[in-house]
């Protein structure tokens, strides 16, 4: 389970890609898994290391969802690694597992009392 890992955010690391791999071919691989809100592609100098991305899904679910299902499979032509990026600083507190007879009063007031919390 994410929850579980420490290190578990919401953000990706995807290593070991090849060079020429584009956004449109990660997020075709990957949004099975979830809603991506954000591709990175870092291309470093030829002989300074290979290609590698940051892929930021919407929660840590879809997150969890990707880097399991897709560790060590081939994108492009390279088996590529998967990590836990870095977390991004937020204010926000995404609380999962609601289920579909939560109201949405019920929602609210949870996202009230979140963003008190926070603040303080």
Do not use: C
């Amino acid at each position: 389970m994410p929850e579980d890992d420490q290190r578990a955010t919401r953000n990706l690391f995807i290593g070991n890609l090849d060079h020429n791999v584009s956004e449109v071919e990660l997020r075709r691989a990957f949004e099975k898994y979830g809603i991506i809100e954000e591709v990175v592609i870092k291309r470093p100098a030829r002989g300074q290391g290979g290609a590698y991305a940051f892929l930021k899904f919407q929660n840590l679910d879809m997150a969890h969802r990707a880097k399991v299902a897709m560790s060590g499979r081939v994108v492009g032509r390279n088996p590529i690694k998967i990590g836990y990026g870095k977390a991004n600083p937020t204010t926000r507190l995404w609380v999962g597992g609601l289920g579909p007879s939560t109201s949405l009063a019920a929602q609210n007031t949870s996202t009230k009392v979140v963003r008190f919390l926070v603040s303080n």
